[in-house]
């Protein structure tokens, strides 16, 4: 299997894997597949959409529900 592990994400983003954790929870486009045995693997796709998350949250400094909201809208071609 191919992606992205917790830890390398986290790296690469600049934050604790409980941050992530509490992404995926909060947010539901997040949702990693998971190996045999049941670790994380995120895709480049998932991995951008991480990277945008991180700059709502803290370049733009929306709230999470802020960041739902503007995705969602992205999503539906509003913005």
């Not at 929306?62 to 913005?79: C, F, H, M, P, S």
Request: charged share 35%.
């Amino acid at each position: 299997m191919t992606g992205y592990r917790i830890g390398r994400v986290c790296d690469l983003l600049g934050i604790k894997p409980h941050i992530l954790r509490y992404w995926e929870r909060e947010l539901e486009l997040l949702s990693p597949r998971k190996d045999q045995t049941g670790k994380r693997l995120y895709s480049r796709s998932e991995l951008n959409l991480l990277f945008r998350i991180r700059h709502l949250l803290y370049d733009k400094k929306y709230t999470l529900a802020g960041v739902r909201e503007r995705l969602w809208d992205e999503i539906n071609g509003k913005e």
